[in-house]
């Protein structure tokens, strides 16, 4: 299969951005009312609630709409597109709930959930402590998101059976997000930072996360999760890696501007990634102790960043790391030529794999 150019990835991506956009104010504007008639104090919350699930990429409702789509789903079903939107819930809960754990600073350039609630504590004067607050309240805020996924998806319009057939891959996200959640969390207390664990962790928080399930989920809704489930896992699991792995290498070398994170955040939060595994795996013992030892510092210095930098490139790490990336991505286009996939929908999930693996942000 041939690779797709930027402006027809990006066509893929956008197909149902604005319709997902348009599901999900909607939603948040007739929930909006019913948490204010709870308190006009809930407005804050909102308002965070509302910053988080108002940005971000659409690449897990794309990828179920393309599942559905695969499947021999209709164009612009509007019950598709809201089972899909719910999705992003699902995701505004991962993304809040991760910055607490990983006490960021920023998320897309603007104040993580906890800092802004934080500071919502502190231009108040309230009793008790700011951090604290905004800890607690992002954490409820991030509940809300999920309680919220499931009610959209519940209420997206299809059919009770068809409902209950999209819930094996639609609780399964849920389950190996939080446990690949739980997986990272605990590597970083670890500190093993070996390929295979970076790998494993890969697997639940992101590639099953973003794309294999919302490609499990499409097929389902479309009554063919059982003939395409096995085409979408060898589609999505290795984009889903090569994804990650561009994410990390973006946490590292991207673009502040760009990312809307500052350079070398990953190095700063410690990240045990599959570029820190390969540059500890290929650097000479007093390199890879220096690595180890800079790695997760909160205050790390300009000059140690650099010097992390020039390692991980110096010792092959990123050269092996993209040299992965196009081999996840060509293992995905690969699975693209199964007779069971709807024709129309190959061109679309090739253009995915050039979104989610060249980019910049």
């Given at each position: 299969m041939?690779?797709?150019?930027?402006s027809?990835?990006?066509?893929?991506?956008?197909?149902i951005?604005s319709?997902?956009?348009r599901?999900?104010?909607s939603?948040?504007?007739?929930?909006?009312?019913?948490?204010?008639e709870?308190g006009?104090e809930?407005a804050?919350?909102?308002?965070?609630?509302?910053?988080?699930?108002?940005?971000?990429?659409?690449l897990?409702?794309?990828?179920?709409?393309?599942g559905?789509r695969g499947?021999g789903?209709?164009?612009?079903?509007?019950?598709?597109?809201?089972?899909?939107?719910?999705?992003e819930?699902?995701?505004?809960?991962?993304?809040?709930?991760?910055?607490?754990i990983?006490?960021?600073?920023?998320?897309?350039g603007?104040?993580?959930?906890?800092k802004?609630?934080?500071g919502?504590h502190?231009?108040?004067?309230?009793?008790g402590?700011?951090d604290?607050?905004g800890?607690?309240?992002a954490?409820l805020?991030?509940?809300?998101?999920?309680?919220?996924s499931?009610?959209?998806?519940?209420?997206?319009?299809?059919?009770?059976?068809?409902l209950?057939?999209?819930?094996?891959?639609?609780?399964?996200?849920?389950?190996e997000?939080m446990?690949?959640q739980?997986l990272d969390?605990?590597?970083?207390?670890?500190?093993?930072?070996?390929?295979d664990a970076a790998?494993?962790?890969?697997r639940?928080?992101s590639?099953?996360?973003?794309?294999?399930?919302?490609?499990h989920?499409?097929?389902?809704?479309?009554?063919?999760?059982?003939?395409?489930?096995?085409v979408y896992?060898d589609?999505?699991?290795?984009?889903?890696?090569?994804?990650?792995?561009?994410?990390?290498?973006?946490g590292?070398?991207?673009?502040?501007?760009?990312?809307?994170?500052?350079?070398?955040?990953?190095?700063?939060?410690?990240?045990?990634?599959?570029v820190?595994?390969e540059t500890?795996?290929?650097?000479g013992?007093?390199d890879?102790?220096?690595?180890?030892?800079?790695?997760?510092?909160?205050d790390?210095?300009?000059?140690a960043?650099?010097?992390?930098?020039?390692l991980?490139?110096s010792s092959?790490?990123?050269?092996a790391?993209?040299?992965m990336?196009?081999e996840?991505?060509?293992?995905?286009?690969?699975?693209?030529?199964?007779?069971?996939?709807?024709?129309?929908?190959r061109?679309?999930l090739?253009?995915?794999?050039?979104?989610?693996?060249?980019?910049?942000?």
């Amino acid at each position: 299969m041939a690779v797709s150019t930027t402006s027809s990835a990006t066509s893929a991506v956008s197909v149902i951005r604005s319709d997902v956009d348009r599901e999900l104010s909607s939603f948040c504007a007739s929930h909006r009312e019913r948490l204010l008639e709870i308190g006009e104090e809930l407005a804050p919350a909102m308002d965070s609630l509302e910053v988080m699930v108002s940005a971000g990429k659409r690449l897990r409702p794309t990828f179920a709409y393309w599942g559905w789509r695969g499947a021999g789903g209709a164009p612009g079903d509007e019950r598709m597109v809201r089972a899909a939107a719910s999705l992003e819930f699902l995701q505004a809960c991962a993304l809040v709930h991760d910055d607490v754990i990983d006490n960021s600073d920023t998320r897309r350039g603007r104040p993580a959930t906890h800092k802004r609630m934080a500071g919502l504590h502190a231009d108040h004067g309230w009793n008790g402590d700011s951090d604290g607050f905004g800890e607690g309240a992002a954490i409820l805020i991030g509940d809300l998101c999920l309680a919220w996924s499931d009610e959209m998806y519940q209420g997206s319009g299809f059919s009770p059976d068809t409902l209950q057939a999209g819930r094996p891959p639609f609780d399964a996200m849920r389950t190996e997000v939080m446990a690949g959640q739980y997986l990272d969390t605990l590597e970083q207390v670890r500190g093993t930072a070996t390929r295979d664990a970076a790998l494993r962790v890969m697997r639940y928080k992101s590639a099953k996360y973003t794309v294999e399930r919302p490609l499990h989920l499409g097929a389902a809704l479309a009554g063919r999760h059982e003939e395409l489930s096995g085409v979408y896992t060898d589609y999505g699991i290795p984009l889903g890696i090569a994804f990650q792995l561009r994410d990390d290498v973006l946490g590292v070398f991207g673009d502040p501007g760009t990312t809307g994170k500052p350079a070398g955040d990953d190095l700063r939060e410690g990240k045990r990634t599959l570029v820190v595994a390969e540059t500890l795996a290929r650097s000479g013992a007093a390199d890879a102790e220096r690595f180890r030892s800079l790695l997760g510092a909160p205050d790390l210095a300009v000059e140690a960043v650099e010097w992390m930098c020039s390692l991980i490139e110096s010792s092959g790490a990123l050269a092996a790391c993209e040299s992965m990336v196009t081999e996840y991505a060509d293992q995905a286009l690969a699975a693209l030529e199964s007779p069971e996939l709807e024709a129309s929908a190959r061109g679309p999930l090739g253009d995915l794999v050039v979104a989610a693996t060249r980019r910049s942000h």
